[in-house]
């Protein structure tokens, strides 16, 4: 247990981590004596991108490897480039050596549904204002979306067009969220409103 | 035929009256040494009439004197006599500091710091430069913005030009310039001063219930971009309709015409070709971060029309790399794919906010695509420009704004 205790420290001084007058590890310790150790051990192979190698041209050329930053939006797309413009035929060579070679693009953000679409009948969008004039409470878009097998869109535009929008329910529903939002507390509230002001920087791109 | 002798009909204009000749009907002050008295030389062409001062004034009999205002009196001049610019050190040095050309005059000068506000008299103030020298500032401005960012939707093309030559930029270039303002119209005032009457603090400005010239005012519930166009200002702001040309104005707008005057004063003696390059060196050389500008409400859908309209794959956005999906600080990098290119990418806290932030950026991309920062302006083929320079090679006019 002791000499645990008293390794501790001592491991510190040696790893070079602390600052302390008297450290053990060569890479803290720079005198003229121990330039050749220290310049050994510090010798660090550069990345092979800035290396020369069999690939790379025998003339005098550039190496253009910068750091990875986001896009400037000064730099416009190929696909956003007119017809006229003359950059045009530049910016298609330098794509075509840097596209990479597999094709397959990154993952989906929102994964397709898989649900079809113009399936529906007028008769179906008449049924879908009526279940939801007749019940409002029990069938909420969700719902008839299952029932019918299309998007949520879909169905928002079907009822949105069906004068069915009670004004009275809307109130209703704005009220419980009213509660539900009194009943938080200042972290939760400071929160909330923090999310709200991001998406409006994000909107202004700040 | 007798030649006719235009010079000495308006030399009787400009011939001041003599005491002998004037009525004895009102009781007038002695002012023997007085300091307005001058004989006013013209920098225009035209000859007009002028009130004409007077030497002697007599008491008439010993009435009580009335008390007369100082801008009734025969021989008050409300701003600088001509004459005066030549003595004055702060207007050779200002000449001097903007390396004017040699035949821009200083009693042109010393015309383009009077304001309409400081003296009425449109021979001596800087109304008729300011108009002048405004719409040739805001065409090349203009122009150049057009030019080299042919995408900009029409309020950031507005508000472009508001930072470019809005009157509060004016303010600053005229301020780092050295001009600084006298603190009431006068005479005796050193004529490189710029000379205005100051609105009151505390004044409520003309605002827009007041009614403005566009005549749809009483019409429309909501202001159109298109209608900016065609009604409003420069800047996309609406013209006031009351709005009395010699009356107090801020600081700032007495500045915006002493500049706007400067250009108009060169345009005048030194022809097209300085005013522009004028313009271009106190104008547009200032740095301006168009990014900035920008400001959306549903990108996502705004990008989608644009795809649609120029027929491009449908926009799915892909994320790129994620960390910490399920901790406090997420970090998700979210692009936006049509088809197999990369339109826009962005990053942020949620996935919603990387969404957005990329397609923000898809859009800007699109918005300030540039040919080049020295793309050939309409004006650049003016004048004998022709024959030297190679053919006018039409710039990128595009289709518009994105209706979403």
């Known amino acids: 247990m002791?000499?645990?205790?008293?390794?501790?420290?001592?491991?510190?001084?040696?790893?070079?981590?602390?600052?302390?007058?008297?450290s053990l590890n060569a890479s803290t310790r720079r005198h003229q004596s121990s330039y050749r150790r220290a310049k050994q051990r510090l010798n660090v192979k550069p990345d092979s991108s800035f290396l020369q190698s069999n690939n790379s041209p025998q003339q005098d050329h550039i190496i253009f490897n910068p750091p990875s930053a986001a896009p400037s939006v000064f730099h416009t797309p190929l696909k956003f480039l007119p017809k006229e413009d003359k950059r045009r035929q530049f910016l298609e060579a330098t794509q075509s050596k840097l596209k990479p070679n597999s094709t397959r693009l990154p993952p989906l953000l929102q994964p397709k549904k898989g649900v079809p679409h113009h399936?529906?009948?007028?008769?179906?969008?008449?049924?879908?204002?009526?279940?939801?004039?007749?019940?409002?409470?029990?069938?909420?878009?969700?719902?008839?979306?299952?029932?019918?097998n299309c998007s949520g869109m879909f169905i928002s535009i079907c009822l949105s067009q069906a004068g069915s929008k009670d004004v009275d329910q809307l109130a209703q529903h704005n009220a419980r969220l009213e509660a539900i939002k009194e009943r938080w507390g200042p972290r939760r509230r400071m929160a909330h409103e923090d999310k709200q002001r991001r998406m409006q920087m994000a909107l202004r791109d700040e | 035929m007798k030649r006719l002798r235009i010079e000495r009909w308006s030399g009787q204009l400009l011939k001041p009256r003599t005491a002998s000749s004037r009525t004895r009907s009102r009781p007038c002050c002695q002012a023997t040494n007085s300091p307005f008295n001058c004989s006013r030389t013209y920098s225009?062409?035209?000859?007009?009439?002028?009130?004409?001062?007077?030497?002697?004034?007599?008491?008439?009999?010993?009435?009580?004197?009335?008390?007369?205002?100082?801008?009734?009196?025969?021989g008050y001049c409300p701003s600088p006599p001509p004459q005066a610019a030549l003595s004055s050190a702060k207007l050779a040095a200002l000449h001097a500091r903007l390396d004017l050309p040699k035949k821009l005059p200083l009693q042109t000068m010393a015309r383009t710091l009077v304001d309409p506000s400081a003296d009425p008299n449109v021979h001596f103030n800087n109304a008729s430069l300011a108009t002048l020298g405004g719409s040739i500032m805001s065409y090349h401005v203009s122009e150049w913005l057009l030019c080299t960012y042919?995408?900009?939707?029409?309020?950031?093309?507005?508000?472009?030009?508001?930072?470019?030559?809005?009157?509060?930029?004016?303010?600053?270039?005229?301020?780092?310039?050295?001009?600084?303002?006298?603190?009431?119209?006068?005479?005796?005032?050193?004529?490189?001063?710029?000379?205005?009457?100051?609105l009151a603090p505390g004044t409520r400005l003309a605002t827009r219930e007041g009614g403005s010239v566009r005549p749809d005012a009483k019409s429309y519930f909501r202001k159109g971009i298109s209608s900016s166009v065609v009604y409003d200002d420069e800047f996309g702001d609406t013209i006031p309709k009351d709005s009395e040309a010699n009356a107090p104005l801020p600081t700032e707008d007495a500045y915006a015409s002493f500049v706007k005057a400067v250009v108009g004063s060169i345009y005048l003696h030194a022809g097209r070709e300085a005013a522009k390059s004028f313009v271009k060196a106190h104008i547009l050389s200032r740095y301006l971060d168009i990014s900035r500008l920008f400001q959306f409400k549903e990108p996502v859908r705004e990008l989608s029309r644009l795809c649609a309209r120029e027929?491009?794959?449908?926009?799915?956005?892909?994320?790129?790399?994620?960390?910490?999906?399920?901790?406090?600080?997420?970090?998700?990098?979210?692009g936006i794919f049509s088809g197999p290119d990369k339109l826009g990418e962005g990053q942020g806290p949620s996935l919603q906010e990387a969404r957005t932030r990329a397609c923000v950026m898809a859009l800007k991309s699109w918005y300030l695509y540039s040919p080049g920062n020295d793309v050939r302006v309409p004006s650049d083929m003016e004048g004998g420009a022709a024959e030297t320079q190679p053919a006018w090679e039409p710039v990128h006019i595009d289709i518009g704004e994105v209706i979403h």
């Open chain 1, 119 to 148: 399936h529906l009948s007028d008769a179906d969008i008449a049924e879908i204002q009526r279940l939801k004039r007749e019940e409002p409470d029990q069938w909420n878009n969700n719902k008839l979306a299952r029932k019918f």
């Open chain 2, 150 to 198: 042919p995408r900009l939707p029409m309020t950031v093309l507005f508000a472009a030009a508001y930072a470019y030559n809005g009157p509060k930029t004016l303010q600053l270039v005229a301020r780092e310039w050295g001009v600084e303002t006298a603190a009431a119209p006068g005479a005796e005032v050193d004529p490189g001063l710029l000379q205005f009457s100051k």
């Open chain 1, 2 to 22: 002791d000499a645990r205790l008293i390794r501790r420290p001592l491991l510190d001084l040696a790893s070079g981590r602390s600052q302390c007058l008297l």
């Open chain 2, 44 to 74: 225009s062409s035209s000859a007009a009439q002028r009130r004409t001062p007077s030497d002697d004034l007599i008491f008439e009999n010993d009435e009580p004197l009335e008390e007369v205002l100082e801008s009734s009196l025969p």
């Open chain 2, 311 to 334: 027929g491009f794959e449908y926009p799915v956005a892909r994320i790129l790399s994620e960390t910490g999906r399920l901790s406090r600080h997420p970090v998700f990098v979210v």
